[in-house]
């Protein structure tokens, strides 16, 4: 097969790209020179920061869009998702390495990431998320590899692959699901320090549930702007389709949140006016309530310009939602103590470079793997 | 951390459903369990005079091979911390940081009134509590942060450490403390004066103490003298150790009122160091939140239900692309049959 010669590699959004992701090492190897204090605002009361909830938090639930196609498809046999299965593995890949760059910078020792490999402490919540990380991103690698193969033409390899992909499939939905609620599951050792907006013993499942939308809504945004901007051809019935997963989803979702709200906090607590309850008003706004109300409505529903409006508010919102976990869901205990935060120049540019690395090679990869061939 | 029994319990429980990972705190261990053998810390906030002569010393002792506060690019120096906008005359630290371990604060109720009198006054002494089940130790993914057998200090390695910093969001006290400022860098906190029993001797900020406010012992024996001072009358004289529990030195003075509690008794699941006061704890530091809960559970009690979710995941997956398939050619096979 030949590179497809409909996709331009220079384009503008290429070079802001590439330009974004040269500004973002730059800041990078200042960060590895200089350590942690130098590049970023984090401090002692706000040990986890910016690049923790945009760029782990956040680009792994990004990310679950993989386990949840390849699941309705392998699994389900839901064969009218097959033209997304590949974009979806591809997002899913790129994700956790993008969320493992992030981690790579985050972590005060880089060179010593493989550490939790030998040195085992099981008890820990951070020790599963970390064995999820290492088994999930090579499953997914594995899930990738038949697009490579097939460039290469390494015809034995490929099939070879076909034989255990099922077998890959399956490892990697259970991987993903515990990798998604164990993110969630972190943060169950602070229960003093958390608004109980966010902290109960259910934050796994939550994790859990709201990655399962993000992960529709982010494989319907994506395959809509290839087909815009990609080459890809694909049928709106796949939008229909993701719409009413997310619909779905996000119901339940709400009904967690709701007993959340009620049973476990108060609803005046999200009333107060203060920066807890209103991130948590907003979160809720845009990440589930103005989405299922535009996708009850049909005519909504049914439109493929709506539906990218609303995948973009469940994106944000979710995004929304993991900020709040990692930062905002404290702020009462770390002002209390303290400390204050907001993100840094360089924490932004970092954070901008690993994004734009991931879109740049999610386009090179359709320009130059099968990538929409199915 | 060892596998105890009541962990092996539910390590290995069947349970079927994600929704029952949705850890409930257990009532199974309201504590704890204290070593004989284990060493702690007992400030008694009424005899403290706010000299801080327990921080300067804490610093020089931690300051040598073996200490908290050594690194061998800065060995022979002391990591004393001046005033922003002063002469470099006195360690003046704010609060804990990588380069203070021990901390002494005041609290005056009445912001007008006068200095150290009246029951709105005290002081307080942050450190490491070395907690009976610590939180830090339970969250470390690579056991960094090890609680030691026998004298139950919480240690800390900083050659496993790879600095994810998830025990300064664990520990309900705020106590690890990051080194921000390097290229290469460590958590900080209290180790209780580890390297220093060899030598005979024991914590620094004690060993400083004029007043016997900062008691070094065996924390049975700690638990018993602060137990048996809640019994003492204001007013009365007592002749309160000095230094250690269990040595020689001795110091007569006239007792005040005291809260009835002692912090750490129950706190987080106990802890090695206690507190006596005269002010309510909330006042003095304590994030009022934090309850009698051991902390560890929080998080195993999920963490134990990953294996049976492994299984029930991976065998629901088979079954149901088994399912799935043999109903997709029974589909086609019946289309197959409408055609022909």
Same mark, same amino acid.
């Given at each position: $097969?030949?590179?497809?010669?409909?996709?331009?590699?220079?384009?503008?959004?290429?070079?802001?790209?590439?330009?974004?992701?040269?500004?973002?090492?730059?800041v990078a190897l200042y960060r590895m020179l200089y350590g942690l204090g130098a590049a970023t605002n984090m401090n002692d009361g706000y040990p986890w920061g910016f690049w923790l909830g945009l760029d782990v938090l956040g680009g792994v639930a990004m990310a679950a869009g993989g386990f949840i196609i390849a699941c309705a498809v392998y699994l389900f046999n839901w064969k009218k998702y097959r033209p997304i299965v590949r974009p979806a593995i591809m997002t899913a890949f790129l994700g956790y390495l993008m969320a493992v760059v992030a981690i790579f910078l985050d972590i005060g020792h880089p060179f010593r990431l493989p550490h939790p490999m030998f040195m085992w402490q099981y008890h820990s919540v951070m020790w599963v998320v970390a064995m999820h990380v290492i088994f999930y991103t090579t499953t997914l690698a594995l899930e990738f590899s038949p697009m490579l193969l097939?460039?290469?033409?390494?015809?034995?390899?490929?099939?070879?692959?076909?034989?255990?992909?099922?077998?890959?499939?399956?490892?990697?939905?259970?991987?993903?699901?515990?990798?998604?609620?164990?993110?969630?599951?972190?943060?169950?050792?602070?229960?003093?320090?958390?608004?109980?907006?966010?902290?109960?013993?259910?934050?796994?499942?939550?994790?859990?549930?709201?990655?399962?939308?993000?992960?529709?809504?982010?494989?319907?945004?994506?395959?809509?702007?290839?087909?815009?901007?990609?080459?890809?051809?694909?049928?709106?019935?796949?939008?229909?389709?993701?719409?009413?997963?997310?619909?779905?989803?996000?119901?339940?979702?709400?009904?967690?949140?709701?007993?959340?709200?009620?049973?476990?906090?108060?609803?005046?607590?999200?009333?107060?006016?203060?920066?807890?309850?209103? $991130?948590?008003?907003?979160?809720?706004?845009?990440?589930?309530?103005?989405?299922?109300?535009?996708?009850?409505?049909?005519?909504?529903?049914?439109?493929?310009? $709506?539906?990218?409006?609303?995948?973009?508010?469940?994106?944000?919102?979710?995004?929304?939602?993991?900020?709040?976990?990692?930062?905002?869901?404290?702020?009462?205990?770390?002002?209390?103590?303290?400390?204050?935060?907001?993100?840094?120049?360089?924490?932004?540019?970092?954070?901008?470079?690993?994004?734009?690395?991931?879109?740049?090679?999610?386009?090179?990869?359709?320009?130059?793997?099968?990538?929409?061939?199915? | 951390?060892?596998?105890?029994?009541?962990?092996?319990?539910?390590?290995?429980?069947?349970?079927?459903?994600?929704?029952?990972?949705?850890?409930?705190?257990?009532?199974?261990?309201?504590?704890?369990?204290?070593?004989?053998?284990?060493?702690?810390?007992?400030?008694?906030?009424?005899? =403290?005079?706010?000299?801080?002569?327990?921080?300067?010393?804490?610093?020089?002792?931690?300051?040598?091979?073996?200490?908290?506060?050594?690194?061998?690019?800065?060995?022979?120096?002391?990591?004393?911390?001046?005033?922003?906008?002063?002469?470099?005359?006195?360690?003046?630290?704010?609060?804990?940081?990588?380069?203070?371990?021990?901390?002494?604060?005041?609290?005056?109720?009445?912001?007008?009134?006068?200095?150290?009198?009246?029951?709105?006054?005290?002081?307080?002494?942050?450190?490491?509590?070395?907690?009976?089940?610590?939180?830090?130790?339970?969250?470390?993914?690579?056991?960094?942060?090890?609680?030691?057998?026998?004298?139950?200090?919480?240690?800390?390695?900083?050659?496993?450490?790879?600095?994810?910093?998830?025990?300064?969001?664990?520990?309900?006290?705020?106590?690890?403390?990051?080194?921000?400022?390097?290229?290469?860098?460590?958590?900080?906190?209290?180790?209780? =004066?580890?390297?220093?029993?060899?030598?005979?001797?024991?914590?620094?900020?004690?060993?400083? =103490?004029?007043?016997?406010?900062?008691?070094?012992?065996?924390?049975?024996?700690?638990?018993?003298?602060?137990?048996?001072?809640?019994?003492?009358?204001?007013?009365?004289?007592?002749?309160?150790?000095?230094?250690?529990?269990?040595?020689?030195?001795?110091?007569?003075?006239?007792?005040?009122?005291?809260?009835?509690?002692?912090?750490?008794?129950?706190?987080?699941?106990?802890?090695?160091?206690?507190?006596?006061?005269?002010?309510?704890?909330?006042?003095?530091?304590?994030?009022?939140?934090?309850?009698?809960?051991?902390?560890?559970?929080?998080?195993?009690?999920?963490?134990?239900?990953?294996?049976?979710?492994?299984?029930?995941?991976?065998?629901?997956?088979?079954?149901?692309?088994?399912?799935?398939?043999?109903?997709?050619?029974?589909?086609?096979?019946?289309?197959?049959?409408?055609?022909?």
């Open positions: $097969m030949q590179s497809n010669p409909n996709i331009k590699t220079w384009t503008p959004a290429t070079i802001v790209m590439v330009a974004l992701i040269l500004l973002g090492s730059g097939e460039r290469l033409g390494w015809e034995k390899a490929r099939k070879a692959v076909g034989k255990i992909m099922v077998g890959a499939v399956i490892f990697g939905v259970m991987l993903s699901t515990l990798h998604q609620s164990s993110l969630g599951a972190v943060f169950l050792i602070a229960p003093e320090k958390m608004s109980p907006l966010w902290w109960d013993t259910k934050l796994p499942f939550h994790f859990l549930v709201s990655a399962v939308a993000m992960g529709l809504a982010m494989v319907s945004f994506e395959t809509m702007l290839s087909a815009k901007f990609l080459d890809h051809k694909v049928d709106k019935e796949i939008f229909y389709g993701l719409a009413r997963g997310i619909l779905i989803v996000l119901g339940f979702y709400l009904l967690l949140k709701l007993y959340q709200l009620f049973a476990v906090a108060s609803p005046n607590m999200a009333f107060d006016g203060s920066v807890e309850g209103n $991130m948590y008003l907003l979160e809720m706004l845009v990440g589930v309530l103005l989405p299922i109300a535009l996708l009850s409505v049909k005519k909504y529903r049914t439109s493929v310009s $709506m539906l990218f409006s609303i995948n973009v508010l469940v994106i944000i919102g979710v995004i929304l939602n993991r900020m709040n976990v990692c930062l905002f869901s404290m702020e009462s205990y770390t002002t209390w103590h303290g400390a204050a935060y907001s993100p840094s120049w360089k924490e932004f540019i970092v954070s901008l470079g690993i994004i734009s690395l991931g879109v740049f090679l999610y386009k090179m990869s359709a320009k130059h793997l099968p990538l929409f061939s199915h | 951390m060892a596998l105890n029994r009541r962990d092996f319990l539910k390590f290995s429980a069947g349970a079927g459903l994600m929704v029952t990972a949705g850890a409930r705190p257990t009532q199974a261990s309201p504590h704890g369990e204290l070593s004989p053998e284990a060493v702690g810390i007992l400030y008694d906030a009424t005899l =403290c005079i706010g000299c801080m002569s327990c921080m300067v010393n804490c610093k020089k002792a931690n300051a040598e091979p073996g200490g908290a506060l050594y690194h061998r690019e800065t060995a022979g120096t002391i990591p004393y911390e001046y005033p922003e906008n002063g002469d470099p005359i006195y360690d003046a630290p704010q609060r804990l940081s990588a380069h203070t371990l021990c901390m002494i604060k005041a609290y005056n109720g009445e912001e007008d009134g006068p200095v150290g009198k009246g029951s709105t006054f005290s002081f307080m002494k942050q450190h490491c509590l070395h907690c009976l089940e610590p939180a830090c130790v339970s969250v470390c993914p690579v056991a960094a942060l090890q609680k030691q057998p026998g004298t139950g200090i919480v240690t800390y390695n900083k050659d496993r450490c790879f600095g994810c910093r998830y025990c300064q969001i664990a520990c309900p006290f705020g106590i690890p403390q990051y080194e921000w400022h390097k290229a290469s860098p460590s958590v900080v906190k209290c180790q209780l =004066c580890n390297h220093r029993y060899a030598q005979g001797r024991y914590s620094a900020c004690c060993e400083a =103490c004029p007043t016997g406010a900062s008691l070094f012992g065996k924390v049975k024996d700690l638990r018993e003298e602060a137990k048996r001072r809640l019994t003492l009358k204001p007013g009365e004289t007592y002749n309160y150790p000095v230094k250690r529990v269990d040595g020689n030195e001795r110091t007569e003075q006239v007792v005040k009122k005291y809260v009835d509690h002692v912090y750490g008794m129950d706190e987080a699941g106990g802890t090695q160091y206690l507190f006596l006061a005269g002010v309510d704890f909330d006042k003095l530091g304590f994030n009022p939140r934090i309850t009698n809960q051991v902390y560890p559970d929080f998080t195993w009690d999920y963490v134990s239900h990953v294996p049976a979710l492994i299984a029930t995941l991976l065998i629901t997956g088979t079954v149901t692309r088994i399912a799935t398939q043999k109903l997709g050619k029974k589909k086609n096979d019946a289309e197959k049959g409408d055609a022909a």
